[in-house]
């Protein structure tokens, strides 16, 4: 039913954070260390101050694999148990690499696709829409790894449905494919305030009241082979793929690898052709000869973090990590550890000879470091390029740290700036890291990053490390296309390569798909080259659709994510060529955000086809039939649910009220569950008006559900309950 227009004055607002990960857990930061957030949060605010119960009951993934690209369904399913509307913001985590495409709203029966829009405009539209008591949902992006889910006017008993879809591009180290859904936001320290890190703690929910359920399936076109690391699951084997299930509560991110017959890396060409554009994505290895390569003197500089959030299990992990790294440094190299959190201390002066007294002297100092403060990175870093480095000695930083920090773009800045000063690997600690910084430093710092779990993984991360150090793949390397007509392409350059993988070089193509493209590159002391021909691939128009919103992320991820120009040369600013990307291939940007609005706020569509609400001069004076569309509707209240059931008790008990004589007769109540199933109908021979019934519930799981009364023609009344421990 439509309400009518309120909310046109500033409401009176009762915040409260329902904490839904880890709310048992809390972190140990330092005395004055106030900006600081825990965990994933809602904020729930309502026009009463009583009768607030709002929840996210589930999030649901549907991840399919096809070849090297993952398309990943999310589904939110939010309900309303309390007695008032309730607005909420929900902040959760996404995929670094994530270009999400597509978004709807499911508001009880009604379905509402969402429209891209500029960041601002949907921010207007969703308000204005919240004004007049509509229900709307606006999708926008925090980090490329964090997103805002924003809702309004969620009506007491009402359930809402968000479903977003993402692709992803998976790229092998070492023959190793991995899919990596996270689960947690981590606590944030900044010093600059942003809305979305700062929380009120008010009251918590456990995090048994949510679940999270997960179906991974991978297509693999040959023999493959899964492990899940961060969950105990079972995969079942079909041919040449593979599919598993995981039915949890949020906490590690969910991380599986796989890899193909025989450690394959997959190479090769994928083609799409469209109305208007058409895109390649080519995958290629070059092999690299049997032949020694000498690695030269090099200064490794660690920068430990032993901040507040790095307390216990972390640390303990990047204790035992930057031990085994300092084992593995062969005589001629040099060394020094800055440690960091509120501050910073040193190790020495300048950098060290590796002998045996020189690492005792360190493992001490590690071994007696506790977590505690803030997390003061940039300083840290700046300390670190003003020692000098040794002269002769190529210069390597080595980070170690949760990332649980907000000044990404600064810490890029900081290593592009000084990029003739080292390369930067990056080693993130802990099961639910802050990828996108992790990430990102490798990125600018034409490094590596590796991502450390656990204890366990300590040792083959520094064996690891030591070999992609001391033999990179492939070094000065350059991108060559014979036959064909092709524009903007990216990446525009590719650094030096460390890890077993392959090269991806994205792109648009005119005219037929012929010619060549040629990678080249310098090994040891010789020159190696592959090629890939156009003409031996077909264009797949609908499993290689991804290609233009994979081009575009990339695209952007360069912009955006690391404030790197995509033509230098370009009048148009980095923020005007990002909007444009995300308007036109649909994706949720900095500057762009997806916005649903409940259709019965839809006046009309504009000349694209999307819909218009109200007025934008005067907002709140188009929708005077808002009013009258309310007063018109005289839907009969037939059927009310009396309490809460739970489980234990397995009972509903019901009202029936406003019934006529002739509907009293040939009645059943039928209870289905959130996706429409039925699961129980019980025929009634004939009932009195203002009768009290009482209905087995057969121990139905938690969640959603529905009971209606049904006429032999027709649904006559539908009532929501909800099942919770």
Not at 88 to 104: I, L, R
Not at 283 to 299: G, H, L, N, T, W
Not at 523 to 539: C, E, I, K, M, P
Not at 640 to 658: F, H, Q
């Amino acid at each position: 039913m439509m309400k009518s227009k309120r909310h046109l004055f500033p409401k009176k607002v009762l915040v409260i954070s329902l904490l839904l990960f880890l709310a048992s857990i809390s972190f140990s930061f330092g005395q004055g260390d106030d900006d600081v957030t825990e965990c994933p949060y809602f904020n729930v605010s309502s026009p009463d101050s009583t009768g607030v119960a709002f929840a996210l009951l589930s999030t649901d993934i549907d991840a399919t694999i096809s070849g090297v690209i993952a398309n990943v369904v999310v589904e939110q399913t939010y309900f309303n148990s309390g007695e008032s509307e309730i607005d909420a913001t929900y902040v959760f985590p996404m995929s670094t690499n994530a270009a999400v495409y597509s978004m709807e709203m499911i508001i009880n029966d009604r379905t509402v696709k969402a429209v891209i829009k500029r960041k601002d405009e949907a921010q207007t539209i969703f308000e204005n829409a919240d004004s007049v008591g509509l229900t709307a949902a606006l999708l926008e992006q925090n980090r490329p790894n964090v997103f805002q889910m924003s809702l309004a006017n969620i009506n007491s008993g009402d359930s809402l449905k968000v479903r977003m879809v993402y692709t992803e591009l998976l790229v092998p180290n070492n023959g190793v494919y991995q899919f990596v859904f996270p689960n947690i936001v981590g606590p944030r320290y900044t010093t600059n305030g942003e809305p979305w890190v700062n929380q009120s703690i008010a009251d918590s929910l456990s995090v048994s009241q949510t679940a999270l359920n997960i179906h991974l399936k991978i297509n693999a076109g040959m023999p493959v082979q899964a492990n899940c690391q961060s969950h105990n699951v079972v995969f079942d084997y079909v041919g040449n793929s593979t599919e598993t299930t995981l039915n949890t509560s949020p906490g590690d991110d969910f991380i599986v690898d796989y890899s193909l017959h025989r450690n394959q890396i997959e190479t090769g060409l994928l083609l799409y052709e469209g109305e208007e554009e058409n895109f390649f994505l080519s995958m290629i290895q070059p092999a690299k000869p049997d032949v020694p390569f000498d690695s030269p003197q090099r200064e490794y500089i660690f920068i430990m973090d032993v901040s507040g959030s790095m307390s216990g299990a972390p640390l303990e992990t990047s204790k035992q990590l930057i031990s085994n790294l300092l084992a593995d440094l062969n005589t001629q190299d040099k060394f020094n550890i800055l440690f960091f959190a509120g501050g910073s201390t040193v190790l020495s002066e300048n950098s060290l000879a590796v002998t045996n007294e020189n690492i005792d002297m360190a493992l001490d100092m590690i071994n007696n470091q506790n977590g505690g403060g803030g997390t003061q990175l940039l300083p840290a870093m700046e300390q670190a390029l003003g020692m000098g480095g040794t002269a002769g000695y190529s210069r390597t930083f080595v980070i170690l740290t949760d990332g649980y920090v907000t000044v990404e773009k600064e810490a890029y800045d900081l290593i592009r700036e000084n990029l003739n000063e080292a390369n930067f690997f990056s080693f993130g600690i802990g099961g639910s890291v802050n990828r996108f910084i992790i990430e990102g430093i490798a990125y600018v710092g034409e490094g590596e990053a590796f991502i450390v779990t656990g204890a366990v993984d300590a040792d083959a991360m520094a064996t690891t490390f030591k070999e992609y150090i001391e033999k990179p793949v492939l070094t000065n390397i350059e991108t060559t296309f014979e036959g064909i007509d092709v524009y903007d392409v990216e990446p525009l350059t590719i650094p030096d390569v460390f890890a077993e993988r392959p090269i991806i070089v994205y792109g648009k193509y005119n005219g037929p798909a012929e010619g060549s493209i040629s990678i080249e590159g310098d090994y040891a002391d010789g020159v190696v080259s592959s090629s890939l021909n156009f003409a031996d691939y077909t264009a797949n128009v609908d499993e290689n659709i991804a290609l233009k919103y994979l081009w575009a992320r990339k695209r952007i991820k360069l912009m955006s994510d690391y404030g790197i120009a995509s033509n230098e040369m370009d009048t148009v600013s980095i923020e005007e060529e990002i909007t444009q990307l995300g308007l036109k291939y649909s994706l949720v940007t900095k500057y762009t955000s997806f916005v649903a609005v409940d259709s019965n706020a839809v006046t009309g569509t504009d000349n694209s086809g999307d819909p218009v609400i109200g007025d934008e001069d005067d907002f709140s004076g188009g929708f005077s039939s808002l009013d009258e569309l309310s007063a018109s509707d005289t839907k009969r209240e037939i059927i009310s649910v009396l309490g809460s059931p739970t489980n234990a008790e397995g009972l509903l008990r019901l009202s029936l009220a406003n019934l006529t004589l002739a509907e009293s007769q040939d009645l059943s109540i039928q209870i289905t569950n959130i996706d429409g199933q039925i699961l129980t109908n019980y025929n009634l021979d004939s009932i009195n008006p203002d009768d009290m019934l009482t209905i087995p519930l057969e121990q139905l799981p938690v969640g959603i559900y529905f009971v209606s009364i049904v006429s032999k023609s027709k649904v006559l009344d539908t009532a929501k309950f909800v099942i919770q421990y």
